[in-house]
């Protein structure tokens, strides 16, 4: 097999869907209406576009155009800077007014507010009812609230909210028949009122969005700029341009077998794009055939585009498929499997899941028992606590993660660690921590070059470039070691900063960005220890990158590097990385030290709906606070539940995914309870304490739970 493998290889593509479609593209520009010679612009470049765009929006619309379209975007309520508002809506909503159709934007319904003579005459009424005691009160609250127009907070407090969840007493207080009939045609009204600003809003956005798409594509194309996005949605036309003849002849290859890895993570564009294809080789001669592989439980890619339903719509659209479940590990221990099983089946016994319950309870029973081929291998799980610091609980966790990692490749020299952490900052904070302690650890999370004394200082350098009376530049360099190589004094040197300035601006017209940065970097590479010296290297690497696009800025230059995420990968055998790159990885020993994200986050600001999970969005509405939704139709209720369960359900997806990368041993880190604690924390953490242990309280610096063997490494072999 694998000498016929070997013999075949010019028959075999592989690679992410991204570099298919991006074959695809270039092979069919002019059939798909790409710039040619098109190239995929980085993160600032695509920042700058946008701000162009935005920009251009602005000047091709008169004053009062524009000052009915911010007063969508804001309510009413212009305290927000415009460029924040417009930047905003354009990273939250515009990928998804490209997949949206514009009926899309118009399902919230619209209802009809009081006239103001009826509301004034019902705030009359209101105001005259003869109450007592605690409904009096009462009454004399909403009342003002109603005459400022305090709607939310009206419909949020006192008796207002008792007639609104339908209930009969205020504060043991029975709510008449009449009072409560006045009380509903006001809260009739604030529900237009807030409703129609919300459906506004949402008009405004699609609105703001379709200019802002015109002049973006026009950005685009000017500079032959491309998203992946893009890419993707120019493929998804392929169908309407060619037939798999051409494509085999322009690809020089025809495709027979299509195989997809990960494809819970596929995006509904992307499937789209794909579906023809996949047709034909489904439809095609008996030796052609089509395959996929994927695990529901570690759809963690949502937030990218990411739809775990797509395993549905795959059999819907091509037909019944062979289908084969695996539950059977082969990388981890029994000990490992065990505590995964114990996690995911005991979901049910966490006391304070509120808007997670259904979600958790649906993964819960859907969860199949796990079992492992590896059934002779030693292994070790447990749940430890971190020390308590009411200030910055946070800081304390990681700093005590850095000493058990300190404790564990003593113990167990020549094993694989991996630390999985949730966000890039907790990787940075454990880096310096574990270098700190003298260990050598693999940064793999990315984080941006500026994490480096020798590049903060050739920015520096280049600060003064553009502004040479930038006084903390001038101070950073005259401090250094470099400063006697520029021959700058201090921060009060303008002649030598103003010198500089010109001698940076010339260096960089005639050598490049590229070739300056690289001779500046070897200047200062004698004096700085290895790990500064990658992170230099890095640094030409991106000015050579940079080069073709550079400005006589070099504040662009700038920009980049501290925005640009650069990972700093070793062959250590401590690797610090996000859960979600540690996807598809295995390690000996995984420790995991920051598991106190929320179940239930905070919401995104817009509501999505999909017919059938994966369908063309056929609803967007801005999310309505919980105590809120009770003013909408249940079917828009039902909406924001779903998406309350596909985010808890990814939560969940995001814990199976770190729970099993390990092989032998699983260390948990988690913060003691609260001195003052209550409320059972409705949190990974809790999730862990409740399932592994039980819900009392946990003291700090405490091993709360663990399984197999602690000295496994002693036994292994």
Same mark, same amino acid.
């Given at each position: 097999?694998? @000498?016929?493998?070997?013999?075949?290889?010019?028959?075999?593509?592989?690679?992410?869907?991204?570099?298919?479609?991006?074959?695809?593209?270039?092979?069919?520009?002019?059939?798909?209406?790409?710039?040619?010679?098109?190239?995929?612009?980085?993160?600032?470049?695509?920042?700058?576009?946008?701000?162009?765009?935005?920009?251009?929006?602005?000047?091709?619309?008169?004053?009062?155009?524009?000052?009915?379209?911010?007063n969508l975007l804001t309510k009413g309520d212009a305290q927000r800077r415009i460029s924040g508002l417009l930047r905003d809506t354009v990273g939250e909503l515009y990928q998804v007014y490209l997949d949206a159709a514009?009926?899309?934007?118009?399902?919230?319904?619209?209802?009809?507010?009081?006239?103001?003579?009826?509301?004034?005459?019902?705030?009359?009424?209101?105001?005259?009812?003869?109450?007592?005691?605690?409904?009096?009160?009462?009454?004399?609250?909403?009342?003002?609230?109603?005459?400022?127009?305090?709607?939310?907070?009206?419909?949020?407090?006192?008796?207002?909210?008792?007639?609104?969840?339908?209930?009969?007493?205020?504060?043991?207080?029975?709510?008449?028949?009449?009072?409560?009939?006045?009380?509903?045609?006001?809260?009739?009204?604030?529900?237009?009122?807030?409703?129609?600003?919300?459906?506004?809003?949402?008009?405004?956005?699609?609105?703001?969005?379709?200019?802002?798409?015109?002049?973006?594509?026009?950005?685009?194309?000017?500079?032959?700029?491309?998203?992946?996005?893009?890419?993707?949605?120019?493929?998804?036309?392929?169908?309407?341009? !060619?037939?798999?003849?051409?494509?085999?002849?322009?690809?020089?290859?025809?495709?027979?077998?299509?195989?997809?890895?990960?494809?819970?993570?596929?995006?509904?564009?992307?499937?789209?794009?794909?579906?023809?294809?996949?047709? @034909?080789?489904?439809?095609?001669?008996?030796?052609?055939?089509?395959?996929?592989?994927?695990?529901?439980?570690?759809?963690?890619?949502?937030?990218?585009?990411?739809?775990?339903?797509?395993?549905?719509?795959?059999?819907?659209?091509?037909?019944?498929?062979?289908?084969?479940?695996?539950?059977?590990?082969?990388?981890?221990?029994?000990?490992?499997?065990?505590?995964?099983?114990?996690?995911?089946?005991?979901?049910?016994?966490?006391?304070?899941?509120?808007?997670?319950?259904?979600?958790?309870?649906?993964?819960?029973? !859907?969860?199949?028992?796990?079992?492992?081929?590896?059934?002779?291998?030693?292994?070790?799980?447990?749940?430890?606590?971190?020390?308590?610091?009411?200030?910055?609980?946070?800081?304390?966790?990681?700093?005590?993660?850095?000493?058990?990692?300190?404790?564990?490749?003593?113990?167990?020299?020549?094993?694989?660690?991996?630390?999985?952490?949730?966000?890039?900052?907790?990787?940075?904070?454990?880096?310096?921590?574990?270098?700190?302690?003298?260990?050598?650890?693999?940064?793999?999370?990315?984080?941006?070059?500026?994490?480096?004394?020798?590049?903060?200082?050739?920015?520096?350098?280049?600060?003064?470039?553009?502004?040479?009376?930038?006084?903390?530049?001038?101070?950073?360099?005259?401090? !250094?070691n470099w400063g006697e190589r520029w021959n700058i004094k201090g921060r009060n040197d303008q002649k030598a900063a103003l010198r500089i300035s010109r001698s940076v601006r010339t260096q960089l017209l005639n050598e490049?960005?590229?070739?300056?940065?690289?001779?500046?970097?070897?200047?200062?590479?004698?004096?700085?220890?290895?790990?500064?010296?990658?992170?230099?290297?890095?640094?030409?690497?991106?000015?050579?990158?940079?080069?073709?696009?550079?400005?006589?800025?070099?504040?662009?230059?700038?920009?980049?590097?501290?925005?640009?995420?650069?990972?700093?990968?070793?062959?250590?055998?401590?690797?610090?990385?996000?859960?979600?790159?540690?996807?598809?990885?295995?390690?000996?020993?995984?420790?995991?030290?920051?598991?106190?994200?929320?179940?239930?986050?905070?919401?995104?600001?817009?509501?999505?709906?999909?017919?059938?999970?994966?369908?063309?969005?056929?609803?967007?509405?801005?999310?309505?606070?919980?105590?809120?939704?009770?003013?909408?139709?249940?079917?828009?209720?039902?909406?924001?539940?779903?998406?309350?369960?596909?985010?808890?359900?990814?939560?969940?997806?995001?814990?199976?995914?770190?729970?099993?990368?390990?092989?032998?041993?699983?260390?948990?880190?988690?913060?003691?309870?609260?001195?003052?604690?209550?409320?059972?924390?409705?949190?990974?953490?809790?999730?862990?304490?409740?399932?592994?242990?039980?819900?009392?309280?946990?003291?700090?610096?405490?091993?709360?739970?663990?399984?197999?063997?602690?000295?496994?490494?002693?036994?292994? !072999?």
């Amino acid at each position: 097999l694998l @000498r016929h493998f070997a013999s075949h290889l010019h028959l075999l593509r592989v690679g992410t869907i991204d570099s298919f479609f991006a074959q695809v593209a270039r092979s069919f520009a002019l059939e798909l209406g790409v710039p040619l010679a098109w190239r995929i612009a980085d993160t600032v470049e695509d920042e700058d576009l946008r701000d162009e765009a935005i920009e251009a929006v602005l000047a091709a619309h008169d004053e009062q155009d524009l000052l009915r379209l911010v007063n969508l975007l804001t309510k009413g309520d212009a305290q927000r800077r415009i460029s924040g508002l417009l930047r905003d809506t354009v990273g939250e909503l515009y990928q998804v007014y490209l997949d949206a159709a514009p009926d899309a934007w118009e399902r919230l319904p619209r209802y009809q507010p009081l006239s103001d003579d009826d509301l004034t005459q019902a705030l009359e009424e209101l105001r005259e009812l003869p109450l007592e005691g605690a409904l009096k009160s009462g009454r004399d609250q909403d009342y003002d609230l109603a005459l400022r127009g305090e709607w939310k907070e009206f419909l949020r407090k006192g008796i207002t909210k008792c007639v609104l969840n339908e209930q009969a007493t205020y504060k043991r207080k029975a709510i008449e028949p009449h009072v409560q009939a006045i009380y509903q045609r006001l809260i009739d009204h604030a529900k237009a009122v807030l409703l129609g600003r919300t459906a506004n809003f949402t008009l405004g956005a699609r609105e703001f969005l379709a200019h802002f798409d015109e002049q973006y594509r026009r950005q685009k194309h000017q500079r032959r700029a491309m998203l992946f996005d893009d890419v993707t949605r120019a493929v998804m036309r392929l169908a309407e341009v !060619s037939d798999a003849e051409e494509m085999a002849f322009r690809m020089d290859a025809q495709i027979d077998h299509l195989l997809l890895d990960e494809f819970q993570d596929t995006s509904p564009a992307q499937w789209t794009a794909i579906r023809p294809m996949a047709e @034909r080789v489904v439809n095609g001669s008996g030796k052609t055939s089509f395959y996929c592989v994927g695990d529901i439980k570690q759809a963690i890619y949502g937030w990218r585009g990411g739809v775990a339903e797509i395993f549905a719509t795959v059999e819907d659209q091509l037909g019944k498929m062979n289908e084969q479940t695996l539950a059977k590990s082969y990388r981890s221990s029994p000990v490992i499997i065990d505590t995964v099983n114990r996690v995911f089946q005991n979901l049910d016994k966490h006391p304070n899941l509120r808007r997670a319950e259904a979600a958790i309870d649906a993964f819960g029973k !859907s969860f199949p028992h796990h079992e492992t081929a590896k059934t002779s291998l030693a292994g070790y799980a447990c749940l430890q606590t971190a020390p308590r610091d009411e200030e910055d609980q946070n800081a304390a966790t990681l700093n005590y993660a850095a000493e058990q990692i300190e404790a564990i490749i003593r113990d167990a020299p020549g094993k694989t660690v991996g630390v999985l952490c949730r966000t890039n900052d907790a990787i940075a904070v454990l880096i310096y921590e574990l270098r700190r302690r003298g260990i050598h650890a693999s940064e793999e999370g990315g984080n941006p070059l500026t994490d480096s004394a020798a590049v903060q200082l050739i920015l520096a350098l280049l600060k003064l470039a553009d502004h040479p009376g930038d006084t903390i530049a001038r101070y950073h360099l005259a401090r !250094s070691n470099w400063g006697e190589r520029w021959n700058i004094k201090g921060r009060n040197d303008q002649k030598a900063a103003l010198r500089i300035s010109r001698s940076v601006r010339t260096q960089l017209l005639n050598e490049g960005y590229g070739a300056a940065v690289l001779a500046w970097a070897d200047e200062l590479a004698g004096e700085c220890a290895a790990r500064e010296q990658s992170r230099l290297k890095q640094l030409v690497a991106l000015a050579y990158s940079h080069g073709p696009r550079a400005t006589l800025r070099t504040s662009d230059f700038i920009r980049l590097v501290e925005a640009h995420r650069i990972a700093d990968p070793t062959a250590h055998a401590v690797r610090v990385t996000t859960i979600h790159r540690a996807k598809g990885l295995e390690f000996d020993i995984v420790v995991l030290p920051e598991l106190d994200k929320r179940i239930t986050g905070q919401p995104d600001r817009f509501v999505v709906h999909r017919e059938q999970g994966t369908g063309p969005i056929d609803c967007i509405f801005e999310h309505v606070s919980q105590d809120l939704q009770a003013l909408l139709p249940k079917r828009f209720q039902e909406m924001i539940a779903e998406a309350t369960r596909r985010d808890v359900t990814e939560t969940m997806c995001v814990l199976y995914v770190a729970l099993t990368r390990a092989a032998h041993a699983l260390h948990m880190i988690i913060p003691p309870s609260k001195e003052n604690e209550r409320t059972f924390p409705a949190t990974l953490s809790g999730l862990l304490r409740c399932t592994l242990r039980d819900t009392e309280a946990v003291p700090p610096e405490t091993t709360i739970w663990q399984h197999g063997d602690p000295g496994w490494f002693e036994t292994d !072999s």
